[in-house]
């Protein structure tokens, strides 16, 4: 089992920056490629982004390259989302998780959630 809880979520006017991390529990975190998700109401949760276990790759949805970028710290088990630029569209709650395969940008393959922190972009 792995634990996955994240923090960093809030309220931020568009053009803001907002920090978002994952801390992580229980098995090696190192084992794990791990992905940012989101869920905006009304919609389907989608990837945002995901990296490798190494962190030697990183792939972004579209509508987020050059604005956010992922990395972790294997070290201090934790996973990062730094997230600039921000605009209302990227309004939803943001969730991190872990999957054994080396590296997906499908929801359905990764194996732990965390509970979400919601981040709120107003215009």
């Known amino acids: 089992q792995v634990q996955l809880a994240e923090s960093g979520g809030g309220l931020v006017q568009a053009g803001g920056s907002l920090r978002l991390s994952c801390a992580a529990s229980?098995?090696?975190?190192?084992?794990?490629?791990m992905g940012w998700f989101r869920q905006a109401p009304g919609k389907e949760r989608e990837y945002v982004a995901v990296?490798?276990?190494?962190?030697?790759?990183?792939y972004y949805t579209d509508s987020v390259k050059g604005r956010f970028t992922i990395s972790r710290d294997n070290a201090k088990n934790t996973l990062y989302l730094q997230m600039d630029s921000l605009k209302p569209d990227d309004t939803a709650v943001y969730y991190c998780?872990?999957?054994?395969?080396?590296?997906?940008?499908?929801?359905?393959?990764?194996?732990?959630w965390g509970q979400g922190t919601q981040v709120i972009v107003s215009s």
């Open positions: 229980g098995r090696t975190f190192s084992n794990y490629a």
């Open positions: 998780a872990a999957t054994s395969y080396g590296l997906a940008t499908t929801k359905g393959v990764y194996d732990y």
């Open positions: 990296i490798t276990r190494a962190s030697d790759r990183r």
